[in-house]
């Protein structure tokens, strides 16, 4: 059976008492660490201002926001159908300018409540005025960190942006708040084709983790903002960047930039240009093959999803013989590039016909699984694993070391005992195969994760650009 489920009534009220229809809510477990109704969902009230939730019991916070409107109600213990009420009894101003100290007018504001950052994502409360003031009902007691957002202006060139963590302002006071290049740091980003062609539909998707694990912000190039180069201003604090294009209906995703900006540097992104494009096969763990399509630009980012319209990954590929006979024909079907060959290919000659849409087409040819197409991996060996870490990826060994040493701790003091391989070696073997069905060790000798994780994922794993650990 699950969990005990009851009701909650929350009656929302502005400062005066009144009730309040314009924000909505949703709540925390902090013992179940579940967010309903979903994680970027809310419940919004009745034209009564009365909101309702159904939650298992247990230790609730409440998060009610929109715009000029952000009350956390933290603490709650939920065992009942319970009745609560939501009212703020004080505020928080923001006052922003610009880099030249003039109001800055119309910029986008978030609030997260600091004690739940980075568990939470932050809350959008409206944009400053023209005075570059802005005031936000708030729950008395607590810290509020503020985000800052500003896009490319619509039918221009300009591609300056903001994405500022303006600091945490207490409920009651002020935020004064003005930019400063010496004090923010410069990102400048274009994406083109080998012809320099900047991309239709570029665009880059930017969080700062530390501050919360899944809110991000994108800024696009379409036809309502042509900037050739965005020159996006941040906050000195780590963030994770990827960049997107969406022309002709496409979509391409590359891997992300971790970056640890300093104030007053710049940092610039520049994705796409010249393409290094290589047909890999691994050899080690399926009786198959698999095989990997691996794109790669000028700067190192690896092309990590490839969507055409119409949504189907398929790449063709074929094996033909020294003679030339067609031996196999099929599709790489995943969209990372990825797919699995049921046929050994060793001593067969493959062929790829890889259309990337904006970026080309390539007709890719060669041996399968010679020196210049298998995937070459190097043996690494700790206390209790012999991890096969890809030979692009060895600059990362001892971090990756470090970190399945800590996961190995962490697994055994949970399960309350070692883990015994089966390997003749003894240790536990860790592959990176281009894609699997799952990831993980519970007992067992073999563990695998997709090389994706190095190449892409949040910067949660290492990468060959950046990770933070």
Same mark, same amino acid.
């Given at each position: 059976?699950?969990?005990?489920?009851?009701?909650?009534?929350?009656?929302?009220?502005?400062?005066?008492?009144?009730?309040?229809?314009?924000?909505?809510?949703?709540?925390?477990?902090? &013992?179940?660490?579940? !967010?309903?109704?979903?994680?970027?969902?809310?419940?919004?009230?009745?034209?009564?201002?009365?909101?309702?939730?159904?939650?298992?019991?247990?230790?609730?916070?409440? %998060?009610?926001?929109?715009?000029?409107?952000?009350?956390?109600?933290?603490?709650?213990?939920?065992?009942?159908?319970?009745?609560?009420?939501?009212?703020?009894? +004080?505020?928080? +101003?923001?006052?922003?300018?610009?880099?030249?100290?003039?109001?800055?007018?119309? !910029?986008?504001?978030?609030?997260?409540?600091?004690?739940?950052?980075?568990?939470?994502?932050?809350?959008?409360?409206?944009?400053?005025?023209?005075?570059?003031?802005?005031?936000?009902?708030?729950?008395?007691?607590?810290?509020?960190?503020?985000?800052?957002?500003?896009?490319?202006?619509?039918?221009?060139? &300009?591609?300056?942006? %903001? $994405?500022?963590?303006?600091?945490?302002?207490?409920?009651?006071?002020?935020?004064?708040?003005?930019?400063?290049?010496?004090?923010?740091?410069?990102?400048? %980003?274009?994406?083109?084709?080998? #012809?320099?062609?900047?991309?239709?539909?570029?665009?880059?998707?930017?969080?700062?983790?530390?501050?919360?694990?899944?809110?991000?912000?994108? %800024?696009?190039? &379409?036809?309502?903002?042509?900037?050739?180069?965005? =020159?996006?201003?941040?906050?000195?604090?780590?963030?994770?960047?990827?960049?997107?294009?969406?022309?002709?209906?496409?979509?391409? !995703?590359?891997?992300?930039?971790?970056?640890?900006?300093?104030?007053?540097?710049?940092?610039?992104?520049?994705?796409?240009?010249?393409?290094?494009?290589?047909?890999?096969?691994?050899?080690?763990?399926?009786?198959?093959? #698999?095989?990997?399509? #691996?794109?790669?630009?000028?700067?190192?980012?690896?092309?990590?999803?490839?969507?055409?319209?119409?949504?189907?990954?398929?790449?063709?590929?074929?094996?033909?013989?020294? =003679?030339?006979?067609?031996?196999?024909?099929?599709?790489?079907?995943?969209?990372?590039?990825?797919?699995?060959?049921? !046929?050994?290919?060793?001593?067969?000659?493959?062929?790829?016909?890889?259309?990337?849409?904006? $970026?080309?087409?390539?007709?890719?040819?060669?041996?399968?699984?010679?020196?210049?197409?298998?995937?070459?991996?190097?043996?690494?060996?700790?206390?209790?694993?012999?991890?096969?870490?890809?030979?692009?990826?060895?600059?990362?060994?001892?971090?990756?070391?470090?970190?399945?040493? #800590?996961?190995?701790?962490?697994?055994?003091?949970?399960?309350?005992?070692?883990? =015994?391989? &089966?390997?003749?070696?003894?240790?536990?073997?860790?592959? $990176?195969?281009?894609?699997?069905?799952?990831?993980?060790?519970?007992?067992?000798?073999?563990?695998?994760?997709?090389?994706?994780?190095?190449?892409?994922?949040?910067?949660?794993?290492?990468?060959? =650009?950046?990770?933070?650990?």
């Amino acid at each position: 059976m699950g969990p005990t489920s009851v009701t909650v009534t929350l009656a929302l009220r502005d400062r005066s008492g009144a009730p309040t229809s314009t924000p909505c809510v949703g709540a925390y477990s902090e &013992d179940w660490h579940i !967010i309903l109704p979903g994680r970027w969902e809310r419940n919004c009230p009745v034209s009564t201002g009365t909101a309702t939730l159904t939650l298992p019991v247990g230790l609730w916070s409440f %998060f009610t926001a929109g715009p000029g409107y952000y009350v956390p109600l933290l603490n709650q213990p939920i065992i009942t159908d319970t009745a609560l009420v939501v009212q703020p009894t +004080t505020t928080v +101003t923001l006052e922003i300018h610009d880099f030249n100290g003039a109001p800055f007018d119309g !910029i986008e504001v978030w609030v997260i409540e600091a004690q739940h950052k980075p568990l939470l994502p932050p809350a959008y409360v409206g944009h400053t005025n023209a005075q570059g003031q802005m005031e936000v009902s708030v729950a008395p007691g607590l810290n509020y960190d503020v985000l800052l957002i500003w896009r490319p202006p619509v039918g221009t060139s &300009d591609g300056t942006a %903001f $994405f500022v963590h303006a600091g945490t302002v207490a409920a009651g006071s002020t935020l004064h708040y003005q930019m400063r290049a010496d004090q923010l740091a410069l990102i400048p %980003f274009s994406l083109t084709n080998e #012809q320099g062609t900047p991309g239709l539909r570029s665009a880059l998707q930017v969080k700062y983790p530390r501050i919360s694990q899944d809110f991000d912000v994108w %800024f696009c190039r &379409d036809d309502i903002s042509w900037w050739n180069q965005l =020159r996006l201003w941040v906050s000195p604090e780590p963030l994770v960047a990827t960049a997107h294009e969406f022309a002709d209906d496409w979509h391409f !995703i590359f891997s992300n930039d971790a970056l640890e900006p300093e104030a007053g540097q710049t940092y610039p992104i520049t994705v796409g240009g010249n393409l290094e494009v290589q047909t890999w096969f691994y050899p080690l763990l399926d009786p198959g093959q #698999q095989v990997w399509v #691996q794109v790669r630009d000028a700067t190192g980012h690896t092309l990590v999803l490839r969507r055409p319209p119409g949504g189907s990954p398929d790449i063709p590929i074929r094996l033909r013989d020294e =003679r030339g006979n067609l031996v196999y024909t099929g599709t790489l079907n995943h969209a990372n590039l990825t797919g699995w060959l049921p !046929i050994n290919p060793s001593g067969l000659y493959y062929e790829v016909d890889l259309d990337l849409g904006f $970026f080309g087409f390539y007709a890719l040819r060669g041996q399968a699984m010679d020196a210049s197409s298998t995937w070459p991996l190097e043996p690494v060996t700790t206390t209790h694993f012999l991890i096969y870490l890809p030979t692009q990826m060895q600059t990362l060994s001892s971090t990756l070391v470090t970190t399945f040493e #800590q996961m190995y701790t962490a697994m055994a003091t949970e399960l309350g005992h070692t883990t =015994r391989s &089966d390997h003749p070696h003894g240790k536990i073997e860790v592959h $990176f195969p281009f894609y699997c069905e799952c990831a993980g060790w519970g007992g067992g000798s073999t563990f695998a994760t997709m090389i994706e994780y190095l190449t892409y994922g949040d910067s949660l794993w290492p990468q060959d =650009r950046g990770a933070f650990i």
